[in-house]
C-alpha cells in the first residue's frame, strides 16, 4: 500500500495481550519492520492500561481502514483496466504477427520461386556460353571479343589469334590499336557499333604482330560480356580477294588501254584509207568522168554508142558519189575545218539517210580540240545519231554544241520512246557502251538522261585544258 493512508497505518499502535511472551517474538519483529509500535500485555488488567494510554481511536481506525479500503479499490479498477488493455495490445499485436509472419512465408516463397529461377538461367546461361564457346573455337572463322569504351581484346578465338600471330596467353594484354593499320578504321567501325549496333562487310587494312599488312572484311556487333559494353568481332582475310582485284583492274586498264590505242590505229587508218580513196580513186574517177564525157561528145554522130556512153557517164558518177561518201563516213573530211563543220555534215547526213528531222545548234566559238578528241566527240555524236535511228522510233533530234572558256559541252537529245539507263547495260546495248567507252578514254564525262516514254538526252563535256592542244 502507498499514499498517506498507508503512512498513517504505520503509525498505528498494536496491543497484544499474550501471557506467553515466547509466543511474541515473530509478530512484534514482524510488525515492527512494518512500521507499527507494538506494545505487550501478559494480562487484562495491563492492556487496559495500555488501552487508555494510546491517543488513537477506534473511530479514527475505521475511518483510515474505509480510505485505504477505497483506495486499494481504485488502484484494482485501474489494474483491471491496464490488464484489458494489455490483453487488447498483445491480441492486436499477435494478429499483426500473424499478418506479417503470412507476408513474410508469402515473400519468402516468391524470392524462393525467383532464386530458383534465377538459379536456372544462370545454369542455362553457364551452358549456353559453354555451348557458345565450343562453336566459337570450332569456328574457322576469326572471332573476338573486345572491350567497347577501351582499346582491349577480352577473348578471341584460334584463328583469330593464328591471324594476327598472337599467343594464347597474350590475348589479355592485346591492344586492338594494333590491330588496324589506320587507327580512322577503329575509331570508324567503333563509333558505328556505337550508333547502329552492328556494322557488316567493312573492308580495312589490319596489321598482324610482326608488322605485317593484309586486308580483311569486318562484322562487328554490339553486346555484353561479363556485365560490360563489348564488341563482337568477325575478320575474314580478303587479301587474296584484293589481289586479284588488283590484278583484274590492271587487266581491265591495259585492256582499255589496248582498245584506246586500236581505236586511234583504226582511226589512224580509216584517215589515211579515206585520204587514199579521195585523192587516188577519186581522182581516177574524176580522169575517167572527163574520157567519158569527151567519148560522148565525139560520139554525137552515133546514136546507139551515145546512149552507152551516157549510161557509162551517170554510172562514173554514181560511183564517184558513192566513194566520196565510203571517204566521208570512214573519216568526214570536213573534219579537216573544224569539229562543228564535221557534226554540221552529219546532222544532214542524218537526216538525209533517215528522214528525222535533224537540227544543229552552235553556241559559242569553234572549239579548239586536238584531233584525236575531235574525232572521238564526233564518234560518240554519230554513234548516238545511229542509236535514235535504230531504237528510239523518234521524229526529231537536237544537237547542240556549247563552246565556253572552260568546258565543252555536247547534248544530243530526241523525242523518241526513252529507255531505262540502268537496265541498259544487261541487254546487248554495244553502241550504249560504245559511246561510254569512248567518252572514257579521253577524259570526257557522259551523262545519259531518259526514261520511258520521255526521250533520251545524251550530253558528253570535255574540260577545256583535256581537249585542246594538238596530237
Request: with cysteine; glycine share 6%; hydrophobic share 40%.
Amino acid at each position: 500500500m502507498n499514499g498517506p493512508a498507508d503512512a498513517q497505518l504505520r503509525t498505528l499502535t498494536v496491543l497484544i495481550l499474550d501471557d506467553t511472551p515466547a509466543n511474541l517474538g515473530v509478530i512484534v519483529d514482524t510488525l515492527s519492520e512494518r512500521g507499527f509500535r507494538v506494545l505487550i500485555a501478559l494480562d487484562g488488567v495491563e492492556a487496559i492500561e495500555r488501552a487508555m494510554k494510546v491517543h488513537l481511536t477506534m473511530r479514527e481506525m475505521q475511518e483510515a481502514l474505509v480510505k485505504q479500503s477505497h483506495q486499494l479499490q481504485a488502484e484494482v479498477r485501474v489494474r483491471q483496466q491496464a490488464e484489458h488493455e494489455l490483453s487488447r495490445i498483445r491480441a492486436e499485436l499477435e494478429r499483426r504477427v500473424e499478418l506479417r509472419t503470412r507476408e513474410l512465408a508469402l515473400a519468402n516463397d516468391e524470392l524462393r520461386a525467383e532464386i530458383e529461377v534465377r538459379e536456372r538461367a544462370e545454369a542455362e546461361l553457364k551452358l549456353s556460353e559453354a555451348r557458345l564457346r565450343v562453336i566459337v573455337e570450332a569456328s574457322p572463322v576469326p572471332l573476338s571479343i573486345g572491350r567497347l569504351n577501351a582499346p582491349y581484346v577480352l577473348y578471341a578465338n584460334d584463328p583469330w589469334r593464328e591471324l594476327f600471330g598472337i599467343a594464347k596467353q597474350a590475348q589479355g594484354a592485346t591492344d586492338s590499336h594494333d590491330m588496324y593499320l589506320d587507327e580512322r578504321d577503329r575509331e570508324r567501325v567503333t563509333e558505328r557499333v556505337r550508333r547502329d549496333g552492328i556494322v557488316q562487310d567493312e573492308e580495312v587494312q589490319l596489321r598482324r604482330r610482326d608488322g605485317s599488312a593484309f586486308w580483311g572484311t569486318l562484322t562487328a556487333r554490339l553486346a555484353t560480356y561479363h556485365d560490360e559494353p563489348a564488341i563482337y568481332l568477325g575478320i575474314r582475310d580478303i587479301t587474296e580477294r584484293k589481289r586479284i582485284e588488283r590484278v583484274l583492274v590492271e587487266s581491265r586498264e591495259q585492256l582499255r588501254q589496248f582498245s584506246a590505242h586500236m581505236e586511234a590505229i583504226r582511226e589512224e587508218e580509216r584517215k589515211r584509207i579515206a585520204l587514199e580513196i579521195h585523192d587516188e580513186l577519186g581522182q581516177l574517177l574524176t580522169a575517167l568522168k572527163m574520157d567519158v564525157s569527151l567519148l560522148k561528145m565525139r560520139l554525137k554522130e552515133a546514136p546507139d554508142l551515145l546512149k552507152k556512153v551516157a549510161d557509162m557517164q551517170e554510172l562514173v558518177e554514181l560511183t564517184i558519189f558513192m566513194v566520196r561518201n565510203v571517204a566521208n563516213h570512214l573519216r568526214p573530211a570536213t573534219l579537216n575545218f573544224g569539229l562543228l563543220s564535221a557534226l554540221e555534215w552529219l546532222s544532214e547526213d542524218f537526216m538525209k539517210r533517215t528522214g528525222i528531222s535533224s537540227q544543229l545548234l552552235a553556241i559559242g566559238r569553234e572549239p579548239n580540240l586536238s584531233d584525236s578528241h575531235a574525232t572521238a566527240v564526233f564518234r560518240v555524236v554519230q554513234e548516238s545519231l545511229a542509236n535514235v535511228a535504230q531504237h528510239a522510233g523518234a521524229t526529231r533530234v537536237n544537237v547542240t554544241v556549247v563552246s565556253g572558256e572552260d568546258a565543252l559541252q555536247i547534248h544530243v537529245s530526241d523525242d523518241g520512246c526513252g529507255f531505262d539507263p540502268a537496265s541498259a547495260g544487261k541487254r546487248d546495248s554495244y553502241g550504249l557502251l560504245g559511246i561510254i567507252e569512248r567518252a572514257r578514254l579521253i577524259g570526257a564525262s557522259l551523262q545519259i538522261d531518259s526514261a520511258p516514254g520521255c526521250g533520251t538526252v545524251i550530253s558528253i563535256g570535255i574540260p577545256a585544258k583535256d581537249g585542246s592542244g594538238h596530237d
